[in-house]
């Protein structure tokens, strides 16, 4: 076959979407133009993206050789399994966050909309440059760069709590990535010589198990995305954001970004075999284990819509943490599942929050009784997501609970396969309620009225119907996936 | 040619000293710019010729006159100083073409003589750097500091005369603790030659140590308060934010890195300094970094907040010196340069912000970004530098000292390098939140980006600190084989 070389592939995933800020900035005045510019951006770099993946899944890992900064500071990039999930999941599930973003923004009339698409644009480029990235400085790079680009986003509505929860958002971000990542970043550097993804470990006899251990803890608070409590924080501050932030927030890119380099550290630096129960590494899986539990206990005492799905976000995140910290076979290919399955099923529920928002203006879970009859399509969407969240059958996120409770039987750590049960019942609990109640509990209006269906604008209600459809797809087409994460070292 | 050729390195100083004699001597505000641009651009072409031909064949002896040292003059270029030289012209080179704008509105017609007291300051920065003469240092730190009274002086806020008249005391005082110090070494060794020095201060005897260490004490403390080492800044602030524009932005960006040069050449050439210096530097630098970072939180002139920030960004500096290992030195004069197009960055928007506003106070500057997109563009990349966010210059300098702190096995030093960045993320996020994310104050609405005179060294610095990030084949490479020579140096 003769198409586009890999390397020229992986240059226009990476120059494509700030191409697209471009063209979207020039295009702010003509609103329609603007938004076409978003959507063209948005199919070019799933096409790239989909070209790319099909010389991956045949075990290419295509590179492309950047600039090298400094010695030991290279901007280069390279493919590999993980990053190309992560590619895939984010550029396509940002399509549809894309054409909900102009169905929500238009209903609502938002402000400063160019400045919105901007920096859509900017920071889906960098989480593309996060995914591809070769080495940790040019990951750190654009893990910045995502901090960064996100801000204008979070703090949209620019009302001094969106100032506060911005500023929080940022100072936490930027604060553990500087004081913990980047000095993990220099030990690692200064222990090694060097900061290249390769298999197996850069660290192996260069460094005392405790050191190992610290190291580690540098690593996973540093890389505050993942949300790992206690630097969880940001993520319930941040939804003050639109809607469709909040989706990116939770499902597209951010916190994706995190849990992935987390993985992407666990598997590449460390090496799966220098964690494991009863290693420097074992202490990630109590910690992970506990902001696995407390997330969803926190969950289930919110009211706030929002805020119920933000403390959902935590404790699913820690599920991938739980993945890389056992670090066996069937953990790490459940770790990288559950990025897919989780960021399908959670973008679903967002969309549905933001459309009851949209067509309803209703935040408050109490509020929502009844509401199911008005809005079916979405309640429905939103039932189907939140079976996915569970972990139940015929929904994707049956899979990567599965192949985590085998990773944890393989690890020997009986307990894990015990929290992770016992937190799928909290999810069923702090989610099955809101469906329930809202197809089979009287509404609060008076009864005299006729029901009318009004739903989202449908901008808003196609993109929830498909990624909800996704999340059923993902049963029963996990297989592709598995197979690209046996590529991963040490998955299996 | 070739004659000329060896004459470089007096042309380096001759052509801004007789430029400086002909710009006094002229009326018109125009023909004065004009004269101080073509020289402030022929500049950086002969650094950058003497640069490379230190690169290449080893250090540069010029002896002046003809007298061959140590009893005449040498001018002496390494690539320590041959760096330092292109970093002080280029500075002048690009910033140059700003002048004229900036000055008409600050100082009003009539200030041909601005350009005559700036020529003379930029002799004394490049005889300083040039020079391996102790005592000529002495003269060419005099004549740039003279100068730089005069300059601060001529601020047209009525309390520049202040901060000038402040500087000129402390000035006098630290030029006055370098000379003793400078006296103490020429009693024990003979020489004003710092090669010579070198070599017989090595030599020396150790009973005479206590001497040495004296006339240690008194050059760091003079050279200090030259360069601002905390607590020694007190006057930086004053002077920074009171001078005109154009004359902070570029004082900023080469004063005190030539005080800093001056101060690595003694201390690694000329004295090879103990483990007490290196803990005492080691602890002022830390205490400078975050002090003068948190003082500037709470600043709103946001020209006093730049000057406090660069105290903190020299606390970087000196701290890469202390560390006095490969990657602490090479991150120390890294970011010699990479804070001079930082922060030359920031005085120079912060200039066209004060001819469009009238004002640097924070509230006036609401809403500021939409107004001026490409002044504030550069205003925010330069931020991110200060921040040291990866892709900035910044980074990178703060990525050596990092290394070099682990290297020392100082992994403390190493969080506390990085953290202190943290305060500067508060001070530097307070400006653009307001800039960016406010409503435009009164004074913003009416204000546009500056004419394209400003613009272009505004536009130029805040790329440069960028590509200084991306690519450091030009700066971090030399700063490494610089460390090399004075690591090797030292006794």
Same mark, same amino acid.
């Given at each position: 076959m003769t198409g586009p070389s890999p390397e020229l592939l992986v240059l226009l995933a990476l120059a494509i979407p700030f191409a697209g800020a471009l063209a979207v900035a020039a295009l702010g005045r003509w609103p329609n133009l603007r938004e076409a510019a978003t959507l063209v951006t948005g199919a070019a770099l799933f096409a790239v993206v989909l070209t790319l993946s099909a010389a991956v899944f045949g075990g290419a890992r295509p590179e492309l050789a950047g600039l090298a900064v400094a010695p030991g500071l290279a901007l280069a990039f390279e493919v590999e399994p993980l990053g190309m999930l992560f590619a895939l999941v984010a550029s396509g599930l940002w399509i549809l966050n894309s054409i909900y973003s102009i169905g929500y923004m238009r209903a609502h009339d938002e402000p400063r909309q160019t400045t919105f698409y901007v920096c859509f644009a900017l920071a889906i480029g960098s989480t593309i440059g996060i995914a591809f990235a070769q080495n940790l400085f040019a990951l750190f790079l654009f893990y910045e760069a995502l901090t960064l680009s996100t801000f204008p986003l979070v703090t949209h509505k620019q009302s001094p709590e969106a100032m506060r929860s911005g500023r929080l958002y940022l100072l936490l971000l930027l604060g553990t990535s500087m004081v913990l990542f980047l000095p993990a970043i220099a030990i690692t550097w200064a222990l090694s010589g060097t900061l290249d993804f390769t298999a197996g470990s850069l660290l192996a006899g260069k460094a005392s198990p405790l050191v190992i251990g610290a190291l580690l803890g540098l690593y996973v608070f540093g890389i505050g995305k993942a949300a790992v409590m206690p630097v969880h924080f940001w993520l319930p501050a941040a939804m003050v954001a639109p809607t469709p932030v909040s989706a990116f927030l939770h499902a597209v890119a951010v916190v994706k970004a995190g849990v992935f380099s987390i993985l992407k550290v666990v598997v590449? $630096?460390? !090496?799966p075999d220098a964690l494991r129960i009863g290693s420097a590494g074992e202490w990630l899986v109590w910690v992970a284990c506990a902001s696995l539990l407390l997330g969803s206990l926190i969950a289930l005492r919110q009211d706030n819509l929002k805020a119920r799905l933000a403390y959902s976000t935590v404790s699913q995140l820690a599920y991938v943490v739980v993945g890389a910290a056992l670090a066996t076979p069937a953990a790490l290919t459940g770790a990288g599942l559950q990025i897919a399955t989780h960021a399908a099923a959670k973008i679903t529920l967002f969309f549905c929050a933001g459309a009851i928002y949209v067509a309803a203006h209703k935040t408050q $879970?109490?509020?929502?009784? !009844?509401?199911g009859r008005r809005m079916p399509i979405t309640m429905t969407a939103f039932f189907v997501g939140s079976l996915s969240i569970i972990g139940l059958p015929p929904l994707g996120g049956l899979w990567s609970k599965w192949m985590l409770g085998v990773g944890a039987m393989q690890a020997d750590a009986g307990w894990v396969l015990g929290v992770l049960m016992v937190s799928s019942l909290l999810s069923a609990a702090y989610l099955l309620p809101i469906p329930v109640r809202a197809f089979f509990a009287p509404s609060p209006e008076p009864p005299s009225e006729p029901v009318r269906i009004q739903e989202a604008p449908l901008p808003c209600l196609l993109a929830l119907t498909v990624t909800a459809i996704l999340s059923i797809l993902l049963f029963f087409q996990a297989e592709p996936i598995a197979a690209l994460l046996r590529g991963v070292p040490g998955a299996g | 040619m070739t004659v000329l050729a060896a004459q470089l390195p007096a042309l380096l100083i001759v052509l801004p000293l007789i430029a400086a004699a002909l710009v006094a001597l002229v009326r018109s505000d125009r023909v004065a710019f004009a004269i101080t641009l073509a020289v402030s651009l022929v500049l950086p072409v002969i650094a950058a010729l003497l640069l490379h031909r230190a690169l290449v064949a080893g250090p540069i002896s010029y002896q002046l006159g003809g007298w061959s040292p140590p009893w005449g003059i040498e001018y002496r270029i390494d690539v320590l100083n041959g760096f330092v030289l292109m970093l002080v012209s280029a500075v002048a080179a690009v910033a140059a073409p700003y002048a004229r704008r900036s000055l008409a509105a600050e100082l009003g017609d009539g200030h041909a003589t601005f350009y005559a007291i700036y020529l003379l300051c930029l002799t004394g920065l490049l005889g300083v750097t040039i020079t391996g003469d102790a005592f000529n240092v002495f003269v060419f730190l005099e004549i740039s500091s003279l100068a730089t009274y005069a300059l601060i002086a001529m601020g047209r806020h009525r309390r520049a005369a202040l901060a000038a008249f402040q500087y000129l005391i402390v000035g006098t005082i630290g030029a006055t603790f370098y000379v003793i110090g400078v006296g103490f070494l020429y009693l024990l060794t003979g020489t004003l030659n710092l090669a010579d020095m070198a070599q017989r201060l090595a030599a020396l005897p150790d009973e005479q140590s206590r001497a040495v260490l004296t006339a240690t004490a008194f050059i760091t403390v003079g050279v200090s308060l030259k360069l601002a080492l905390f607590p020694l800044h007190f006057w930086l602030p004053k002077a920074y934010t009171y001078a005109p524009s154009w004359a902070a932005a570029f004082l900023s960006a080469t004063a005190t890195k030539v005080a800093i040069y001056l101060l690595v050449r003694f201390f690694f050439t000329v004295l090879g300094v103990d483990v007490v210096f290196d803990r005492v530097l080691l602890a002022l630098s830390l205490a400078g970094m975050f002090i003068a970072s948190v003082i500037a939180i709470y600043e709103s002139n946001i020209k006093r907040m730049m000057a406090y920030s660069s105290i903190a960004q020299i606390g970087y500096i000196t701290l890469g010196m202390a560390l006095s290992n490969k990657a602490g030195l090479t991150g120390a004069l890294v970011h010699l340069l990479n804070h001079a197009v930082t922060k030359g960055t920031l005085f120079l928007a912060l200039g066209a912000v004060a001819l469009r506003l009238g004002s640097v106070k924070l509230q006036d500057l609401a809403g500021l970004g939409r107004r001026m997109p490409l002044t504030m563009g550069a205003f925010s990349v330069a931020a991110f530098g200060i921040i040291g966010t990866p892709g900035t210059a910044g980074f990178i300098s703060k990525w050596y000292l990092a290394t070099g702190a682990l290297e020392a096995g100082e992994a403390t030093l190493a969080f506390l390098i990085v953290a202190s960045s943290l305060v500067s993320v508060i001070y530097m996020g307070r400006v653009l939140e307001v800039t960016w994310f406010r409503p435009p104050s009164p004074l913003a609405l009416q204000a546009k980006d500056p004419p394209l005179s400003m613009l272009g060294p505004i536009v130029i610095f805040a790329a440069a600190s960028v590509y200084l990030g991306l690519d450091t084949r030009g700066s971090a490479s030399i700063a490494s084989l610089a460390a090399d020579q004075l690591l090797g140096a030292r006794p």
């Open positions: 590449y $630096v460390f !090496g $879970v109490s509020e929502l009784d !009844g509401i | -």
